[in-house]
């Protein structure tokens, strides 16, 4: 996400968290949970102009320019796999992950039997 409007969806869903928690929380954005079309809205902005305006965030997996290839089905497919692994690899360094993204990328991300809408690792 490095997508204004996904970065603004966390810092809704974890107002709580980031404001006065002693709770530690990392706000790490991972490209491959850009949304899955091409509109306008889902374009991100170079990598120097996001972090100036979100600190908070880690933006150390992101490219210095937002610069990815259009939509495709393939392409939003093989994220959501990358995303999986991910999950995967990191889930005994965290007590608890979150995911922020938006409803084109989350209908990848729930296809099949891996997960289902708020699905758990075992």
């Known amino acids: 996400m490095a997508n204004r409007y996904i970065i603004q969806t966390a810092l809704v869903a974890f107002h709580q968290f980031l404001k006065g928690s002693t709770a530690r929380v990392e706000l790490q954005v991972w490209p491959d949970l ?10 991100g902005i170079p990598r120097a102009d996001i972090s100036a305006k979100f600190p908070r ?3 150390s997996a992101c490219p210095e320019e937002w610069n990815y290839p259009p939509h495709s089905s393939q392409g939003a497919t093989a994220r959501a796999e ?7 690899e990191i889930s005994g360094s965290y ?9 084109g990328l ?4 729930v296809k099949g039997e891996r997960f289902g809408l708020c699905g758990m690792n075992p």
């Open 34 to 43: 850009r949304e899955a079309h091409d509109a306008i809205c889902n374009k």
């Open 57 to 59: 965030f880690d933006f």
């Open 82 to 88: 990358r995303v999986r692994q991910r999950l995967q």
């Open 95 to 103: 007590k608890n992950i979150f995911l922020i993204t938006h409803r």
């Open 106 to 109: 989350i209908a990848f991300l």
